[in-house]
Structures are given as C-alpha cells and as structure tokens.
C-alpha cells in the first residue's frame, strides 16, 4: 500500500520512518512525503496512494476527499487527536475509514499550557528581551502568586485533566467544565460548575476541549463580559474555540490582562512556515502580535520527543491493522 504523507518536516520523517522501521511497516508499504499542505491543490499528489496521511492544518473538507477518493484513496489517517479538518460525513459516504491518534503526549501540552501560564505572569518573555539589551530593571514586570488563585479548565479530557492536577499543585482552587466529568480531574479536588461559573469565577482560563460546533468561539464578546477584570486566557487547543475580534476588543479595553496562545483560527495560513519576509493579511492576528501581554507561539504544545514518537509508533499501528483487516480501534465513527 502506498501512504501519502501532507504537512511533513525534517522531524516528521524521520521520526515516521523510524518508527515505520521498528514496527515493519516498510519495505511492504511505500510512504511518500510532501511538505505541502493538503487541499484542492496539493489533492493530486496523492494520486494512486490508497492512503493519506495528514496533520492539524491540513483540509480534508469535500471537495478535497471527493479527489482524493476518484484518485484511489481508501483510507485515512490523522497523526493527531482532534478531527475538525476533515468532513467525516462526506468520508463515510465514501467508505473511507478515518483513523486517528487519540492521544500521544498528554503531558506535553498540558505542562506547555502551564509554561504558557507562568511566563505570561511573571512577564518572562519581556524579562528576557530586556536583560539581552542589559536592561535589568523591574518596572512592567510585576506578578502575582499562582498558590491560592482559582483556575478554570474548559474541557477536562486527558490534557485538561492533567492541567488541573498540575494547577492544584501550585496551590490553585481548580473549576471545572466538561459534558463528561473526569475521574482524575476529581480525584485531584477539582470542582464541576457550569460556563458562566468559570468566566465569573476564574482569575485564569484554560481551554481544553475539542472543536464542535457546540465549542466554535466558546469565547466571545458575551462570555468575556462575564469574565473577572484582568483575567488571564490560555488556549493551546483549537484556535476556533475564540472568536480572535472579541478577543482583541477584550484586550484593548483591559478587561483581559494577558492571553497565552499556541493555537489561532486561521493558523493554516501562517503555521509551521517561515512568514519571516511576509506582511501578515491576517487583521487580528497582526493586532495581537502588537499587545506585550501576549504571547503567540506556533501549535507546539504537542511537541516533545515523547509525542512524536508516539504520534508516529500509533500512526504505524493504525495502518498495519488497516492493511490486516483487523478492528480499527482508533476509527472516528
């Protein structure tokens, strides 16, 4: 079988082949690697590859399965948890199975959304700039302690459930919101309120839950009116989740004191590529770079050793008992 692999990188290969190696997948498969994005025009590529292989920015929306399919794909396989980019209505309709990765390295952005946290309070970003230009003063820097502040968890899946038990270590009283309550994320004290108790009651903000329509800019104008003066907002699970204008107005009036971003809506566009030499056409995204209470940084939460091994051994798994005809335990259904 040959497998198409869109949105890879230098680490992405060789992490892939490795694992390919390890777990006897090649020579039998062929794996081909394309660093482009996957859409109407990069489709083509994957002509004659009974399977494709894609990440968190790729779009596998209708048009894009419809070619993907008449060019002889089978199967697909997501080298990540969340399934926002491909319409699964459309690919069982066309009998293509969608196959993912449900969890690789729960830890890793769990302690990055807390690294996020602490480096937007203690102001560590500006710290850094400032002494590399031996500026040591301390004004603009100032902090407040985490211990005994209340942190509010949307979503408390394995990342989320692993965020609350690192905030309680730090002292905080932990809320929480999930459809699903989380027998770890009690087990550690956390206390389940509705939405409108976590923007009320919240001096800090985490969203960890995936992007439904149910969840598409949970955060916005209304639910940011709720929220305490200066809160903090930390989002290192889907961009779609805040509705970026709302959030810009919240900054610009000072009702939001910091926001620590890994993910943005529209990220497609700009992440994992050098935008170094190119004007951002994006309005809000441009406007965030300009607030010093902001950090943005590129959909890297996920990455550490442990992750993309994972990601790649599981991505192994996943087309082995495709080929075998076995239960596909990782299928979204």
């Not at 932990?174 to 087990?187: F, G, H, M, R």
């Not at 995204?285 to 790649?312: M, W, Y």
Request: net charge neutral.
């Amino acid at each position: 079988m040959k497998i198409a692999f869109f949105s890879t990188h230098s680490y992405d290969i060789e992490s892939i082949e490795r694992a390919a190696k390890e777990d006897r997948v090649t020579p039998e498969h062929k794996l081909k690697f394309f660093s482009s994005r996957l859409d109407t025009n990069a489709a083509k590529l994957a002509e004659g590859c009974e399977g494709v292989c894609i990440f968190v920015n790729d779009i596998a929306d209708e048009t894009v399965l419809r070619m993907l399919a008449s060019g002889g794909t089978k199967v697909m396989f997501l080298r990540c948890a969340g399934f926002d980019m491909i319409d699964l209505k459309v690919a069982k309709e066309l009998d293509m199975p969608v196959i993912r990765v449900p969890a690789y390295s729960p830890h890793s952005v769990a302690e990055y959304a807390a690294a996020l946290m602490m480096t937007l309070n203690r102001k560590i970003h500006r710290s850094y700039n400032r002494t590399r230009e031996l500026n040591f003063r301390l004004e603009g820097l100032l902090g407040f302690d985490i211990n005994k502040r209340t942190i509010g968890v949307v979503g408390t899946g394995k990342i989320g459930a692993l965020f609350a038990r690192i905030a309680t270590g730090f002292g905080c009283k932990v809320l929480a919101y999930d459809v699903k309550q989380s027998t770890e994320a009690l087990s550690c004290g956390v206390e389940y309120v509705s939405l409108d108790e976590i923007w009320s009651r919240s001096d800090i903000i985490s969203l960890h839950c995936p992007l439904l329509p149910s969840t598409k800019h949970v955060i916005n104008a209304a639910s940011i009116s709720k929220m305490k003066d200066g809160v903090m907002i930390i989002n290192t699970s889907r961009g779609g989740l805040i509705n970026t204008k709302a959030l810009v107005n919240g900054l610009k009036s000072c009702k939001i004191g910091s926001v620590g971003l890994d993910v943005f809506e529209g990220e497609g566009e700009y992440f994992y590529s050098d935008q170094s030499c190119r004007i951002i056409a994006d309005e809000n995204l441009a406007r965030l770079f300009t607030f010093p209470n902001v950090i943005i940084t590129g959909h890297q939460a996920f990455f550490t050793q442990e992750a993309l091994a994972n990601i790649s051994h599981t991505t192994m798994d996943n087309i082995k008992a495709y080929d075998a005809k076995k239960e596909l335990v990782n299928e979204i259904k």
